[in-house]
């Protein structure tokens, strides 16, 4: 036991605490208040008396923000946004740093715009957390933290943009607390998707379409995410009408000032090209990605190589079906490349059979308007043969002959190109700058980043990224670099369970957590003297889990003297 000391005001207090091994580490913990000093030392003890009355704080929203705000300080987000827009002084006061985590916590788990942030903030932990008076999360503090990130220089006529910066000083930071295992390189996705916008006066906004091409005011987000753990290295916001090509070379500038050591880089068909290929390998990075059957390059390899089935060849099981793929060397974009032929024998069948119906189809109809249009204008019966061969005309030869009983159509099958439609359909090429990988490994790295779809599914609809409101562009894009700073909340999130319990449901599990944590709530009980801070509705099933992500003491019972 250990009697300690505490001063109020002209006063000297008397307490009783004993000591606590906690692992390695030894912790004093409170036992009883004594009373005044010259009271105790007078023999004056204070009378033990049965408390009438308990005085209770509001309860505050804390579960799922304390957790959000530790992960957030484990990160630095506040350190590291204020470096960059302040300076290297310290700021002990409000910050944009702090206000734009706290911005991102909330869009993390209760998505609200800055309007309505003022009423949101006091009803949780975090001004207590974040060290700032409920009264100053105003609408516009949160509007000026967003102009310190990303402002408009009138005198120099350009966007001061400091998110690149930050997204890269957030990845290291990551990286050090969570380093990729020996001997291993970082894998990532690349990809874009379009943010529906609200309003027709921000510049950025263009008519662009949509994955249902369907026309309409947008802005683009293009993310580059790790496999791995899923955390972005690095987001970029661009104009509405822009597509995934057009982008590839500020991906590539991007990686090439970038400290992240070079890996191997995915990307979809759509972005390939013989230029982006150079690029990539110039800048010491592998690619894996999908070539478009475009060129006479491309549909050769493809036409010209059978990919056998069997047990060798067998690359990956899909939902009712089955993937087998082989690698070779062949001629693309100018030069010798490792490539690889994979077919979907199922979608391959299916395909080759849904065509043989049409076509059979066309042909009776040729013929029954064969027997019907000799008495037709030929402009009309040439009208009406389009109507029936449609789109697959390449398949179907049609003339119309003129004979003495009237006109006659003469058709016959493309054979050529039944042939060729045959040795292609059902079956894909990819391209991999690194040959020592087989064509199963190839094949399941290209399959397998559709992960990148699954960050866009949480920011468009955990997040309600969309639709953007405002209206100047430098806030468009800092707004856009608090939503991917929310999604670094939650990749952390979703790594710790996964590292924890290794099983592949971490992104569930993550949600889970943090809609049970949202029940939890932080209340402060005063007992004469002695204030208890307890965090009420906290299962103990949460607190293993929390335990198990190393956060054992985050919602741990505290008491301190209050004189």
């Not at 009378?47 to 579960?63: E, F, P, Q």
């Not at 503090?141 to 930050?166: E, K, M």
């Not at 439609?421 to 190839?442: C, F, H, M, P, Y």
């Not at 190393?550 to 019972?557: A, C, Q, V, Y």
């Amino acid at each position: 036991m250990a009697i300690k000391r505490h001063k109020r005001g002209n006063r000297v207090y008397l307490a009783e605490y004993k000591n606590v091994r906690e692992g390695k580490k030894v912790k004093s913990e409170f036992i009883r208040y004594l009373g005044p000093e010259d009271e105790v030392k007078a023999g004056r003890m204070p009378k033990k008396r049965v408390l009438d009355r308990i005085n209770m704080s509001h309860s505050l929203r804390a579960g799922d923000v304390d957790l959000l705000w530790r992960i957030a300080q484990d990160l630095d987000f506040v350190g590291t946004i204020d470096t960059f827009c302040c300076g290297e002084s310290l700021i002990s006061g409000p910050s944009p740093g702090k206000f734009l985590t706290v911005w991102a916590i909330n869009r993390a788990i209760d998505p609200e715009s800055c309007t309505q942030l003022e009423r949101w903030v006091p009803t949780t932990d975090l001004p207590r957390l974040v060290g700032i008076s409920a009264e100053a999360f105003t609408k516009d503090s949160f509007l000026a933290s967003l102009d310190f990130v990303c402002s408009n220089d009138p005198l120099a006529g350009r966007i001061v943009d400091h998110t690149a910066v930050i997204n890269e000083a957030l990845y290291q930071r990551w990286r050090n607390i969570s380093p990729l295992p020996a001997g291993t390189k970082e894998t990532v996705a690349y990809d874009l998707t379009s943010i529906l916008f609200f309003g027709v006066d921000c510049p950025m906004a263009e008519l662009g379409r949509n994955p249902a091409n369907a026309k309409r005011r947008q802005v683009n987000l293009s993310l580059l995410v790790s496999k791995r753990d899923k955390y972005p290295l690095m987001h970029f916001v661009f104009n509405g009408s822009r597509n995934g090509v057009s982008t590839v070379k500020n991906l590539m500038a991007w990686l090439n000032d970038s400290a992240a050591e070079p890996g191997t880089l995915i990307w979809d068909r759509g972005n390939v090209s013989k230029d982006h290929v150079t690029i990539v390998e110039e800048a010491g990075w592998n690619l894996i990605c999908g070539v478009p059957q475009t060129s006479k390059a491309a549909q050769a390899l493809v036409e010209n190589t059978e990919v056998p089935i069997g047990p060798t060849t067998h690359a990956r099981g899909t939902r009712g079906s089955h993937l087998y793929a082989i690698k070779k060397r062949g001629s693309l974009y100018g030069k010798e490349q490792t490539v690889v032929v994979y077919v979907n024998p199922s979608r391959k069948v299916g395909k080759i059979d849904s065509l043989n119906e049409e076509l059979a189809i066309i042909g009776q109809e040729l013929d029954a308007l064969s027997g019907k249009g000799k008495d037709l204008p030929e402009s009309e019966l040439h009208q009406k043969i389009d109507d029936i061969v449609g789109p697959l005309g390449n398949y179907v030869h049609t003339r119309v002959k003129r004979r003495c009983d009237g006109q006659r159509i003469e058709w016959k099958y493309m054979t050529r190109k039944l042939d060729e439609e045959e040795r292609s359909v059902g079956k894909w090429l990819l391209l991999s700058t690194d040959g020592s990988l087989s064509a199963k490994e190839i094949l399941t790295e290209y399959i397998e980043k559709d992960f990148i779809e699954k960050v866009f599914r949480i920011v468009k609809t955990d997040e309600e990224v969309e639709p953007v409101r405002h209206r100047l562009e430098h806030r468009v894009r800092a707004y856009m670099f608090v939503c991917v700073l929310a999604y670094r909340l939650l990749a952390v999130l979703q790594w710790k369970l996964r590292e924890a319990t290794g099983k592949d449901d971490s992104w569930e599990r993550a949600e889970d957590l943090l809609r049970r944590l949202a029940r939890v709530e932080r209340v402060d009980v005063g007992f004469g003297k002695e204030v208890k801070t307890w965090f009420l509705n906290l299962s103990k099933q949460d607190a293993d889990t929390l335990s198990k992500i190393g956060m054992p003491d985050l919602l741990k019972e505290e008491r301190r003297l209050c004189v």
